[in-house]
């Protein structure tokens, strides 16, 4: 819990300076997450569907539509531009 002289939205052991401190565990977990999932031979496509639908409900807890929607157009802004297209060294074009 903070100590209360956080301002509001700002989590605890949140550095101004950069992402929040879990965030490297948060991502880990996911990691894990799709991982096992994969070992399960559940499809890429149904594993980044799942993750996508569980990440929009969680922005939804503390953004407003017109936030998310932001979040999704920078998203969609990065793929139009290529930025994911090389990461596995691939192309799916």
């Given at each position: 819990?903070?100590?209360?002289?956080?301002?509001?939205?700002?989590?605890?052991?949140?550095?101004?300076?950069?992402?929040p401190?879990?965030?490297?565990?948060?991502?880990?977990?996911?990691?894990?997450?799709?991982?096992?999932?994969?070992?399960?031979?559940?499809?890429?496509?149904?594993i980044?569907?799942?993750?996508?639908?569980?990440?929009?409900?969680?922005?939804?807890?503390?953004?407003g539509?017109?936030?998310?929607?932001?979040?999704?157009?920078?998203?969609?802004?990065?793929?139009r531009?290529?930025?994911?297209?090389?990461?596995?060294?691939?192309?799916?074009?």
């Amino acid at each position: 819990m903070g100590s209360g002289a956080e301002p509001p939205g700002h989590e605890e052991g949140q550095n101004d300076a950069g992402p929040p401190a879990d965030l490297s565990h948060a991502g880990a977990v996911v990691d894990k997450a799709i991982e096992y999932m994969a070992g399960q031979h559940i499809s890429d496509l149904a594993i980044a569907s799942a993750l996508l639908g569980g990440a929009i409900g969680m922005l939804s807890r503390s953004l407003g539509d017109q936030a998310i929607i932001g979040v999704l157009e920078n998203a969609i802004s990065s793929v139009r531009a290529g930025e994911l297209r090389h990461i596995d060294g691939t192309s799916r074009a």
